[in-house]
């Protein structure tokens, strides 16, 4: 049996290590600068797609396509993680995790054409799962905290910092080192997060659960059962899991229609965020710098969505939240697709797009968290979260095939990422409602 220090020297198991202050910060920070690691060389992709194709010499409904293609590899490698996390452990998955975005990141540059991208851009699949980790691992770091829906809003709000330095950064170091050593910059920050992760302690309530796994295999089942009590574990808890776990009478229509809703939102997300700048070029006529500098401002605006959805998922709950969030994203997303392509009603209009469409998710990742049981707490998380990129292939691909039927970019974006946005909120609205009350959560079916 392995024991950790306690700050006064004493050994301590490691189910029963303390969450300070300390260490929560310390979780957090890095838990923050490994989203917006991720986040940074996915959207990356998508920013400077118009510019890959250029280099290239593909047209929009080839690069689309290719972009399609990659992200059905995303969603291959992404089956992997939540087995990684119910397996490994919270701590040893964001190392794994963050060392294969690292790899894809830079490699990235070192593509020789369409076939070797897609390839490559597959294993990003393992970054952009890292979302899935924090769902899970702060959700048990932070089990007695207070205002914890907010404290997550601040880590999740990696998303729209990560895609602010993409399009800061690319708009700075295009044009001095070129697409492909962007790239690498990339990597470079995901191995940052990686040496910083292996100072993290592992969460307790997984400790607690491979303890209590240990003492029934050696015959101890009052003892197993002790700990598990003591850490709110359930019965199952011991058991071999799988994905069959997550869909049991209790849970199989919550899982159901939680993976539906990232499905249709993910749609909106390929469109309005990785292909932003395809959108504001070709729909509304922006010029390529300006689509970036709109990029940038609305990323901002972004940001402040994630803590407000956050602050708000405390006080009227998280469900709730995030179906009015998205519901508002659609009305406003719609308005700026119809309206004209006037710079000053365009850049508030998709600002405030991003800023209903992103920020619910600082409600919604913590949300899963909450509403799964610890032992397939990873499991559901990751089954929910691996119809992201097959969102994003649907999202892509309907793209593609109305741009290549002669749709105008501006309706093809209101049928794929406005109608994405109304349908998913619609979805999830038929999950569970999870009433919290600080330490103890309730599922209501």
Not at 11 to 26: A, R, Y
Not at 40 to 61: C, N, R, S
Request: aromatic letters at 10%.
């Amino acid at each position: 049996m392995s024991t950790l220090n306690s700050p006064h020297g004493r050994s301590v198991e490691p189910w029963n290590v303390k969450i300070t202050k300390k260490t929560i910060t310390q979780v957090s920070v890095v838990c923050f600068i490994a989203w917006v690691a991720s986040v940074y060389d996915y959207t990356l992709f998508g920013t400077l797609l118009p510019v890959i194709a250029e280099d290239f010499g593909w047209t929009t409904a080839q690069s689309t396509a290719i972009n399609t293609f990659a992200t059905i590899g995303v969603f291959i490698v992404s089956l992997l993680v939540g087995t990684i996390l119910d397996k490994m452990g919270r701590k040893k998955a964001l190392i794994v995790l963050m060392l294969g975005g690292a790899l894809a990141s830079g490699l990235t540059g070192l593509a020789v054409g369409a076939v070797s991208l897609v390839i490559i851009r597959s294993f990003t699949g393992f970054s952009m799962s890292e979302e899935v980790v924090n769902a899970v691992y702060l959700n048990e770091i932070y089990k007695e905290a207070k205002s914890r829906g907010l404290m997550y809003s601040l880590v999740q709000g990696g998303w729209p910092v990560g895609a602010l330095i993409s399009a800061g950064l690319s708009a700075l170091l295009l044009p001095i080192i070129g697409w492909r050593w962007t790239f690498v910059v990339a990597a470079v920050l995901s191995l940052v997060v990686v040496a910083m992760a292996l100072r993290l302690p592992e969460s307790p309530t997984f400790a607690a659960m491979q303890e209590v796994k240990r003492r029934r295999a050696g015959g101890d089942v009052e003892g197993a059962h002790s700990l598990a009590a003591e850490h709110d574990l359930e019965e199952a808890a011991h058991h071999a899991t799988g994905v069959k776990d997550v869909f049991t009478p209790e849970l199989r229509w919550h899982t159901i229609l939680l993976a539906l809703s990232w499905f249709f939102n993910w749609i909106s997300i390929m469109i309005f965020s990785v292909l932003g700048t395809t959108i504001l070029v070709d729909a509304k006529g922006v010029s390529f710098d300006n689509a970036l500098v709109i990029l940038v401002l609305a990323n901002a605006v972004g940001f402040v969505g994630y803590v407000f959805h956050g602050w708000l998922g405390d006080k009227i709950t998280r469900k709730r939240t995030v179906v009015l969030g998205w519901l508002a994203g659609g009305i406003v997303s719609l308005i700026m697709l119809l309206g004209p392509g006037i710079p000053a009603i365009i850049i508030p209009l998709y600002a405030l797009t991003l800023f209903f469409l992103t920020g619910p998710y600082a409600a919604l990742l913590f949300y899963m968290g909450e509403s799964f049981p610890a032992h397939v707490r990873g499991m559901g998380t990751n089954v929910a979260h691996v119809m992201a990129p097959v969102g994003g292939i649907a999202g892509s691909g309907l793209l593609t095939i109305l741009l290549a039927a002669g749709v105008e970019t501006g309706w093809a974006a209101i049928i794929t990422g406005t109608g994405g946005l109304f349908i998913s909120a619609l979805c999830m609205a038929g999950t569970h409602t999870i009433r919290d009350a600080h330490q103890k959560t309730t599922v209501i079916a």
